[in-house]
């Protein structure tokens, strides 16, 4: 079993690159089904989601390959339309073949998805969505059965933007005659992004960042090249994470106007930071007053995937903070364990209250979710004394050798077997 050792209490000073965003990445993979020749994405971080998601596209006939840095998808051979609970039940993401499958095989067999255990996470959304598009689907033992024999552009309204039954409805539609339009949809910048990239495969979707798309069917996608958005979750993670151990760092591929919630934030807890284009320089001497309060919310509201790690931030804030979850229900897996290190933080239903101390410990701690796991190294990079993370396969989803980008800043921190 893998753990992460740290030796906390070290400042943070140098620089920081943010890899393509994971969120972006993993609906652009399943988009790539629908896509009739060669997809190079570039600089793709190969975390192990993304990983998974290759194999899915793999099982289902196509060839992935990494050429250096980039992952070149092909699907012109398109062979299967069935995703297996072996697969899906590896990460959330494996309903985003869903639409696409539907789009151009107008059939498919997906086992119901797994992902990080913060709530219920049903997907009724996503499926409520394929069929007013004109799919029958079928649940039945594990698995979920659809036709797309006779699906046509429709009006879908959305019951709440999620994420990714936006971007599911979005691809089911596609290569679906007619159009269709997606009300109360989500608006998140990863969205935009799969506009993007379909657009530039021959799709014809405008709309996204709105809260209304619209979507005209096309008969065919091809290849492009494309590059996706830097990730905000791993931006913000790392600054707040600078923030709170005190340094000096610049985070490079950091797009402000992706995380402006954060940065008001971050404003109030007297910590300094300048924005030049897409790099922002965070000072911080670790001295820090509570920012008052923040409630999780969509986009462009405070993410919830920064929620742990502002939790972590708000525990060595001087005064109180109160933070408020509401995306998730059980998406406060890391209290337990920031407790184990000193903080003071008392949660009830959807409501925690941090009070801030100056000083944190190191413990034996485990992450049970990835954004949960973030927050349980930056806590042990702040703490005085030792700290073990255990649950590393959590972090790997969403941060790339985690230990080796944090250790080029200076923090003490290695990957252990045990
Ligand atoms: C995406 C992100 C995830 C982030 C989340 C919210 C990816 C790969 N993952 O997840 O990191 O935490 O957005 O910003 O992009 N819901 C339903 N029924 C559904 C779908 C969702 O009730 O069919 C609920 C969920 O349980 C949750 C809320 O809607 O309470 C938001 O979920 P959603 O926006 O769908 O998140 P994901 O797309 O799964």
């Avoid at 793999?58 to 995703?83: K, P």
Wanted: net charge neutral; proline share 3%; charged share 20%.
């Amino acid at each position: 079993m893998q753990k992460l050792f740290i030796n906390g209490g070290k400042k943070l000073y140098g620089k920081i690159k943010i890899d393509k965003s994971k969120n972006a990445i993993l609906p652009l993979l399943a988009g790539a089904i629908m896509v009739e020749g060669e997809v190079v994405f570039e600089d793709v971080p190969p975390l192990s989601d993304v990983v998974n998601m290759c194999k899915i596209l793999q099982s289902l006939g196509g060839s992935v390959v990494w050429q250096e840095n980039n992952l070149v998808v092909d699907m012109t051979n398109l062979s299967a339309h069935d995703i297996l609970s072996p697969l899906a039940s590896k990460l959330r993401s494996s309903i985003f073949a869903l639409g696409p499958l539907l789009s151009r095989a107008k059939i498919a067999k997906i086992a119901y998805p797994g992902g990080c255990e913060i709530g219920l996470r049903p997907i009724d959304i996503h499926l409520s969505a394929m069929r007013t598009l004109g799919a029958k689907i079928v649940e039945k033992n594990g698995y979920i059965y659809a036709n797309g024999s006779a699906m046509e552009g429709a009006d879908i309204v959305l019951d709440f933007p999620s994420v990714g039954a936006t971007e599911n409805a979005m691809m089911g539609a596609v290569l679906t005659r007619g159009i269709t339009r997606i009300f109360n949809s989500a608006k998140e910048p990863e969205i935009v992004d799969l506009q993007n990239f379909l657009n530039k495969c021959g799709a014809k979707i405008s709309g996204a960042g709105t809260n209304q798309i619209t979507v005209e069917g096309v008969s065919k996608l091809h290849g492009c090249l494309y590059s996706t958005i830097p990730d905000r979750i791993s931006g913000g993670s790392f600054l707040l994470t600078v923030a709170m151990c005190g340094g000096d760092v610049e985070i490079e591929n950091f797009l402000p106007y992706h995380n402006q919630a954060l940065l008001s934030k971050i404003k109030q807890t007297a910590c300094f930071y300048d924005i030049k284009n897409d790099k922002i320089k965070i000072r911080s001497d670790g001295k820090l007053t509570t920012f008052g309060e923040v409630e999780t919310a969509v986009y462009p509201g405070f993410p919830t995937d920064l929620q742990p790690q502002i939790m972590a931030l708000a525990s060595v804030c001087e005064g109180y903070t109160l933070i408020e979850e509401n995306l998730f229900e059980s998406r406060f897996l890391h209290v337990s364990e920031l407790k184990k290190m000193g903080a003071d933080i008392r949660c009830k239903n959807n409501v925690c209250i941090v009070h801030g101390k100056d000083k944190l410990f190191g413990a034996e701690v485990s992450s049970a979710d990835l954004r949960g796991g973030m927050a349980l190294v930056m806590a042990g990079l702040r703490g005085e004394g030792y700290t073990t993370v255990s649950g590393v396969e959590y972090i790997d989803r969403g941060y790339y050798q985690i230990e080796k980008i944090l250790s080029q800043v200076g923090a003490d921190i290695k990957r252990i077997e045990e």
